[in-house]
């Protein structure tokens, strides 16, 4: 009796102890780095670490990927991952100098360049990450970490609303040192912001961006994180989350407005469209209906509200548009002229502003200065950085993953179809590196796993047509060398071509142009934009052509300015040093020379000008001097005052353009002046860019030369590997003699046929089938067939409907290709096969070879100097 209330202690006594390993599980459940990077962002924001918190959770998600055997990959993983590799070539051509750009050699590029590949890296491990966690990272929690990042977006908005000029240092700003955190690419990315300061006149606010640095990057992920809020808080599984849904909403919508993010609203009413199409679609009029509702009563109250004249004065003054279309046309014109197939790696100062060739920031105009080529848009910064093809890749995949998704009816993959709208109706506005490049994977692992949920719900998903990293990285592995002699192949053909073409020598001259300050009075200034185009006069291309002994095109020479100066700058690039300097030192004499020639014809203007000034005044001074006659003859003195001071101002009217047009006849006339002398630079961008392209071009045609192989596969002689690679185990091997056309067997092989027919009748009932239409597979196969029955019934093919088992033959000749197509094929038709059988032919050496081919040529071969008989 005494045992009895002990009992119910001892239990409670164990867990005491064993609280806190439970505790510690459910903190770091399986998933947790991908929840934690998503729902910790505002701890990372005021730590300093969110530029990089992808980069950090992505190394913990490798190192959880590390434990497994197998690592899925998504379909069209190639494609991706061809794009990584075109992100690795720009690591060649980061010095290489761009058209239209300023030609420095910047050592920054290769830390942005290394933040932006950070990105791609850590968005395509949280993709991996996401496809091989689903059985504990559930796409309820997926979509919920999701919203809490959407939230914490709408937080940080308000925050730019209410104190739009918070400003405080961040941890990891406290914590480095001062010579670090002053460099402004680190200053960006551990600074915190909380607005973005607009200075156009459509708004007289701050545009809100926390916890990002800009505007344009907040309306980018408040895009990309809605459908993930709308999943979670109004899905099936959204509970008492449902209640707080719409007033979250109706919250968010205020800083969306104040942000005056046009891309934004397009791709929230694409993201609107779409999902009343799909619902549409499948039957669910009852969420057509209350999305309708929802977007009227939306519209409504902006409009009602002072909100909506602000949405209308945005669109009725769209200030940037202009400056997007020059930078958009700079940017495909560089990389187009420049480096079209691999691009620029990063991306470059732009040598102007939009509005003149001197233009710059300044005191009185601090934001003068045009953003840099391959800026305002993911579209112009995969075209400029990575080329023509890597932006072919990088819309390949995201582009195959929508029109996949489109196909999938399930909520999870209208999140994963949004997502991905959002991102490309923004790609010409909005770059998406960061947390949003993340967004954008995240939904292409959700369409992953209802795509593999899909095919498992037709019968079609089998373990051996799973993609894997194994299988791109065996890829490799098996067709290293042949990589390796088209990558040698390709740079040397990049190089010859290079070679052939000649090195570029660089010549530059500048010219420094000052003010006409007496002809300037006559409106007769020439700016700095008037001279460039001088500089592409006929005569002067006429004079470099007659320097360098070859015809020169006008738009080969390159005409800039330093900012905010009258500094011209020429510029030429030619294949002779010695013909590049005179080219552009006779540049620089001719615009020189066509200057004055100007400067002299415009001060005959100008004396003419003079002159005509003072014969009119004189001319109107003897008009008054009639009229003080008339009035003195008659004895009238009304008016005469008067007419005594417009003579005197006629007077002095005329005097002073008489001594302008003095001074400007003898006036000496500064047509301007070579500041820095002509020079000459061997450049070797050009062959840079050769050989880059011609390597990365080598690599892509060996990777399809090895794809092509790899479906068609070696001979099955060559494999190392046969079960492995065939993924089927070899159950038997029989000599290629051991059976006459006849179908009988020799003695000295009775042995290998009997162990063949044994090992066969181990596995039945089991039908035989040949892989490949040679004579001999079909004619083993049905051999094997016959005798492994007892029933004698040898049409092997007639039961396969009745018999689940399935062994195929294949001689040592068969490609491995065909032998997995014919094993995937069998088991999509859900059999199993459970061997192969294995005809050996033996493959002759070269010593063999060379003897057939003197014994069938023997008399070809012998020699006698003796003439042969008649």
Same mark, same amino acid.
């Given at each position: 009796?005494?045992?009895?209330?002990?009992?119910?202690?001892?239990?409670?006594?164990?867990?005491?102890?064993?609280?806190?390993?439970?505790?510690?599980?459910?903190?770091?459940?399986?998933?947790?780095?991908?929840?934690?990077?998503?729902?910790?962002?505002?701890?990372?924001?005021?730590?300093?670490?969110?530029?990089?918190?992808?980069?950090?959770?992505?190394?913990?998600?490798?190192?959880?990927?590390?434990?497994?055997?197998?690592?899925?990959?998504?379909?069209?993983?190639?494609?991706?991952?061809?794009?990584?590799?075109?992100?690795?070539?720009?690591? @060649?051509?980061?010095?290489?100098?761009?058209?239209?750009?300023?030609?420095?050699?910047?050592?920054?590029?290769?830390?942005?360049?290394?933040?932006?590949?950070?990105?791609?890296?850590?968005?395509?491990?949280?993709?991996?990450?996401?496809?091989?966690?689903?059985?504990?990272?559930?796409?309820?929690?997926?979509?919920?970490?999701?919203?809490?990042?959407?939230? =914490?977006?709408?937080?940080?908005?308000?925050?730019?609303?209410?104190?739009?000029?918070?400003?405080?240092?961040?941890?990891?700003?406290?914590?480095?040192?001062?010579?670090?955190?002053?460099?402004?690419?680190?200053?960006?990315?551990?600074?915190?912001?909380?607005?973005?300061?607009?200075?156009?006149?459509?708004?007289?606010?701050?545009?809100?961006?926390?916890?990002?640095?800009?505007?344009?990057?907040?309306? @980018?992920?408040?895009?990309?994180?809605?459908?993930?809020?709308?999943?979670?808080?109004?899905?099936? &599984?959204?509970?008492?989350?449902?209640?707080?849904?719409?007033?979250?909403?109706?919250?968010?919508?205020?800083?969306?407005?104040?942000?005056?993010?046009?891309?934004?609203?397009?791709?929230?009413?694409?993201?609107?469209?779409?999902?009343?199409?799909?619902?549409?679609?499948?039957?669910?009029?009852?969420?057509?209906?209350?999305?309708?509702?929802?977007?009227?009563?939306?519209?409504?109250?902006?409009?009602?509200?002072?909100?909506?004249?602000?949405?209308?004065?945005?669109?009725?003054?769209?200030?940037?548009?202009?400056?997007?279309?020059?930078?958009?046309?700079?940017?495909?014109?560089?990389?187009?002229?420049?480096?079209?197939?691999?691009?620029?790696?990063?991306?470059?100062?732009?040598?102007?502003?939009?509005?003149?060739?001197?233009?710059?920031?300044?005191?009185?105009?601090?934001?003068?200065?045009?953003?840099?080529?391959?800026?305002?848009?993911?579209?112009?910064?995969?075209?400029?950085?990575?080329?023509?093809?890597?932006?072919?890749?990088?819309?390949?995949?995201?582009?195959?993953?929508?029109?996949?998704?489109?196909?999938?009816?399930?909520?999870?993959?209208?999140?994963?179809?949004?997502?991905?709208?959002?991102?490309?109706?923004?790609?010409?506005?909005?770059?998406?590196?960061?947390?949003?490049?993340?967004?954008?994977?995240?939904?292409?692992?959700? @369409?992953?796993?209802?795509?593999?949920?899909?095919?498992?719900?037709?019968?079609?998903?089998?373990?051996?047509?799973?993609?894997?990293?194994?299988?791109?990285?065996?890829?490799?592995?098996?067709?290293?060398?042949?990589?390796?002699?088209?990558?040698?192949?390709?740079?040397?053909?990049?190089?010859?071509?290079?070679?052939?073409?000649?090195?570029?020598?660089?010549?530059?001259?500048?010219?420094?142009?000052?003010?006409?300050?007496?002809?300037?009075?006559?409106?007769?200034?020439?700016?700095?934009? =008037?001279?460039?185009?001088?500089?592409?006069?006929?005569? !002067?291309?006429?004079?470099?052509?007659?320097?360098?002994?070859?015809?020169?095109?006008?738009?080969?020479?390159?005409?800039?300015?330093?900012?905010?100066?009258?500094?011209?700058?020429?510029?030429?690039?030619?294949?002779?040093?010695?013909?590049?300097?005179?080219?552009?030192?006779?540049?620089?004499?001719?615009?020189?020379?066509?200057?004055?020639?100007?400067?002299?014809?415009?001060?005959?203007?100008?004396?003419?000008?003079?002159?005509?000034?003072?014969?009119?005044?004189?001319?109107?001074?003897?008009?008054?001097?009639?009229?003080?006659?008339?009035?003195?003859?008659?004895?009238?003195?009304?008016?005469?005052?008067?007419?005594?001071?417009?003579?005197?101002?006629?007077?002095?009217?005329?005097?002073?353009?008489?001594?302008?047009?003095?001074?400007?006849?003898?006036?000496?006339?500064?047509?301007?002046?070579?500041?820095?002398?002509?020079?000459?630079?061997?450049?070797?961008?050009?062959?840079?860019?050769?050989?880059?392209?011609?390597?990365?071009?080598?690599?892509?045609?060996?990777?399809?030369?090895?794809?092509?192989?790899?479906?068609?596969?070696?001979?099955?002689?060559?494999?190392?590997?046969?079960?492995?690679?065939?993924?089927?185990?070899?159950?038997?091997?029989?000599?290629?003699?051991?059976?006459?056309?006849?179908?009988?067997?020799?003695?000295?092989?009775?042995?290998?046929?009997?162990?063949?027919?044994?090992?066969?009748?181990?596995?039945?009932?089991?039908?035989?089938?040949?892989?490949?239409? &040679?004579?001999?597979?079909?004619?083993?196969?049905?051999?094997?067939? &016959?005798?492994?029955?007892?029933?004698?019934?040898?049409?092997?093919?007639?039961?396969?409907?009745?018999?689940?088992?399935?062994?195929?033959?294949?001689?040592?000749?068969?490609?491995?290709?065909?032998?997995?197509?014919?094993?995937?094929?069998?088991?999509?038709?859900?059999?199993?096969?459970?061997?192969? !059988?294995?005809?050996?032919?033996?493959?002759?050496?070269?010593?063999?070879?060379?003897?057939?081919?003197?014994?069938?040529?023997?008399?070809?071969?012998?020699?006698?100097?003796?003439?042969?008989?008649?």
């Amino acid at each position: 009796m005494t045992v009895v209330p002990l009992r119910p202690l001892r239990p409670s006594t164990l867990a005491t102890p064993a609280a806190p390993a439970v505790r510690r599980r459910r903190l770091l459940r399986p998933g947790w780095p991908l929840t934690w990077m998503l729902v910790g962002f505002p701890l990372w924001w005021v730590l300093g670490i969110s530029s990089f918190i992808g980069h950090l959770a992505a190394v913990v998600m490798v190192l959880e990927l590390a434990r497994l055997r197998r690592i899925r990959v998504p379909r069209s993983t190639g494609t991706w991952l061809l794009f990584l590799l075109w992100v690795i070539a720009g690591v @060649l051509v980061l010095q290489v100098a761009a058209p239209h750009a300023v030609p420095d050699t910047s050592m920054g590029r290769y830390i942005s360049w290394a933040y932006r590949f950070g990105w791609y890296a850590s968005a395509t491990v949280a993709l991996v990450y996401i496809g091989n966690m689903r059985e504990h990272l559930t796409t309820s929690r997926i979509t919920r970490a999701g919203a809490a990042m959407f939230l =914490t977006v709408v937080a940080g908005g308000w925050l730019g609303i209410l104190m739009p000029h918070l400003v405080f240092p961040s941890v990891l700003e406290v914590v480095l040192p001062g010579s670090l955190t002053h460099v402004e690419f680190i200053e960006f990315l551990i600074h915190p912001e909380v607005s973005q300061d607009y200075a156009q006149a459509v708004a007289s606010h701050p545009r809100p961006s926390a916890p990002f640095s800009y505007a344009n990057i907040w309306g @980018l992920n408040f895009a990309c994180f809605l459908p993930f809020f709308l999943h979670a808080w109004l899905g099936p &599984d959204a509970g008492w989350r449902r209640r707080l849904a719409l007033p979250l909403l109706g919250l968010a919508t205020v800083p969306a407005i104040l942000s005056l993010n046009r891309g934004m609203w397009i791709a929230v009413v694409a993201m609107a469209v779409v999902v009343a199409l799909r619902s549409a679609a499948h039957g669910r009029m009852r969420s057509v209906v209350a999305l309708g509702a929802s977007v009227l009563l939306l519209a409504g109250a902006v409009a009602f509200s002072p909100l909506g004249d602000l949405v209308q004065s945005r669109i009725a003054n769209p200030v940037s548009n202009d400056g997007r279309a020059s930078l958009a046309t700079l940017t495909v014109q560089s990389v187009l002229e420049g480096s079209p197939v691999i691009g620029f790696g990063s991306t470059r100062d732009a040598v102007s502003a939009f509005y003149s060739i001197a233009g710059g920031s300044s005191p009185s105009c601090p934001l003068c200065t045009p953003p840099a080529l391959g800026t305002q848009g993911q579209l112009w910064l995969v075209l400029y950085s990575q080329g023509v093809l890597g932006l072919v890749f990088y819309l390949g995949f995201l582009g195959a993953w929508l029109l996949r998704g489109l196909r999938l009816p399930s909520p999870a993959a209208t999140v994963g179809v949004c997502v991905l709208v959002a991102q490309v109706v923004t790609l010409p506005f909005y770059d998406s590196i960061g947390i949003s490049s993340v967004a954008a994977l995240i939904a292409v692992g959700l @369409l992953w796993r209802e795509d593999d949920d899909r095919r498992a719900a037709a019968g079609h998903t089998d373990p051996s047509d799973e993609y894997s990293l194994g299988g791109f990285i065996g890829l490799t592995r098996r067709h290293a060398l042949l990589l390796l002699v088209c990558a040698v192949a390709g740079v040397g053909a990049g190089a010859a071509y290079q070679v052939s073409q000649g090195p570029q020598s660089v010549a530059t001259v500048s010219i420094f142009v000052p003010e006409e300050s007496e002809l300037a009075d006559v409106g007769r200034e020439a700016t700095l934009d =008037t001279l460039a185009q001088l500089a592409r006069d006929r005569q !002067v291309t006429s004079a470099m052509a007659a320097a360098a002994e070859h015809p020169i095109d006008p738009d080969d020479v390159y005409v800039s300015a330093d900012p905010n100066s009258r500094i011209l700058n020429l510029r030429y690039a030619g294949s002779q040093p010695g013909a590049a300097l005179a080219a552009v030192d006779a540049a620089g004499e001719t615009v020189i020379r066509l200057r004055t020639e100007l400067l002299d014809a415009e001060r005959k203007d100008a004396v003419a000008q003079f002159d005509a000034q003072y014969t009119s005044g004189i001319a109107a001074v003897a008009t008054v001097d009639e009229s003080l006659d008339r009035l003195r003859d008659s004895g009238t003195g009304v008016g005469l005052e008067t007419l005594e001071n417009q003579r005197t101002a006629l007077l002095d009217a005329a005097g002073r353009a008489a001594g302008r047009g003095a001074r400007a006849a003898v006036m000496p006339l500064d047509a301007g002046q070579v500041v820095r002398p002509a020079a000459v630079t061997v450049s070797h961008d050009a062959l840079v860019v050769a050989m880059g392209t011609g390597l990365f071009l080598g690599l892509l045609v060996g990777l399809a030369l090895a794809r092509v192989r790899g479906v068609v596969g070696a001979p099955l002689a060559r494999v190392r590997d046969v079960a492995g690679s065939a993924e089927v185990p070899v159950i038997a091997t029989l000599p290629a003699r051991a059976v006459t056309p006849d179908g009988r067997t020799y003695a000295d092989h009775e042995l290998a046929w009997r162990s063949a027919v044994d090992v066969v009748r181990l596995h039945s009932p089991a039908a035989v089938v040949a892989a490949g239409r &040679d004579e001999q597979s079909l004619l083993v196969a049905e051999l094997l067939d &016959d005798r492994s029955h007892d029933d004698g019934r040898t049409d092997a093919v007639r039961r396969l409907g009745a018999e689940r088992a399935v062994v195929v033959v294949a001689t040592s000749t068969t490609r491995l290709g065909r032998v997995r197509r014919r094993v995937a094929g069998l088991r999509r038709d859900d059999l199993d096969v459970v061997g192969l !059988v294995l005809i050996r032919r033996p493959r002759p050496g070269w010593g063999t070879r060379l003897r057939s081919v003197i014994t069938t040529h023997r008399k070809d071969f012998q020699w006698s100097p003796f003439l042969p008989k008649k």
